[in-house]
C-alpha cells in the first residue's frame, strides 16, 4: 500500500498550489479520502474530506472556498487546489484514505507561504 503526495513547494501570500496523492495497493474508489496538515508544534488538523464516489466533500471553516477536494477513481489519486494561501497555511500536509477501521498515511509534503 502506498500514498504518494506531490505538488507541494514555496507559494507567495494569496498564490495557489495543488496537491496531488497518487494511490497503490488498495481498491481506491472503496476508500474516503481526506487532507490533513501539521504545523511545527501544532496537533495534525482535518482539512478536506471526500467520500468513496465523490458525490460528498466537506472543510473546516479555516480554509472553506479557499481549498477544493477532488479524486479520480480512474486514476487512483485524490487532488487538494489551495487558493488565496496564507502564511497560516504553512505545514506539512498529508494524505489520508479511510474505509471502516482501516486507515493509511502518505508521507507528506511541505507547503511553505512566504514572501
Known amino acids: 500500500v502506498q500514498l504518494v503526495e506531490s505538488g507541494g513547494g514555496l507559494v507567495q501570500p494569496g498564490g495557489s498550489l495543488r496537491l496531488s496523492c497518487a494511490a497503490s495497493?488498495?481498491?481506491?474508489?472503496?476508500?474516503?479520502m481526506s487532507w490533513y496538515r501539521q504545523a511545527p508544534e501544532k496537533e495534525r488538523e482535518l482539512v478536506a474530506r471526500?467520500?468513496?464516489?465523490?458525490?460528498?466533500?466537506n472543510y473546516p471553516d479555516s480554509v472553506k472556498g479557499r481549498f477544493t477536494i477532488s479524486r479520480d477513481n480512474d486514476k487512483n489519486t485524490a487532488y487538494l487546489q489551495m487558493n488565496n494561501l496564507k502564511s497560516e497555511d504553512t505545514a506539512v500536509y498529508y494524505c489520508?484514505?479511510?474505509?471502516?477501521?482501516?486507515?493509511?498515511w502518505g508521507q507528506g509534503t511541505q507547503v511553505t507561504v512566504s514572501s
Open positions: 471526500i467520500i468513496s464516489d465523490g458525490t460528498g466533500t
Open positions: 495497493g488498495f481498491t481506491f474508489s472503496r476508500y474516503h
Open positions: 489520508n484514505a479511510r474505509w471502516n477501521a482501516v486507515s493509511y
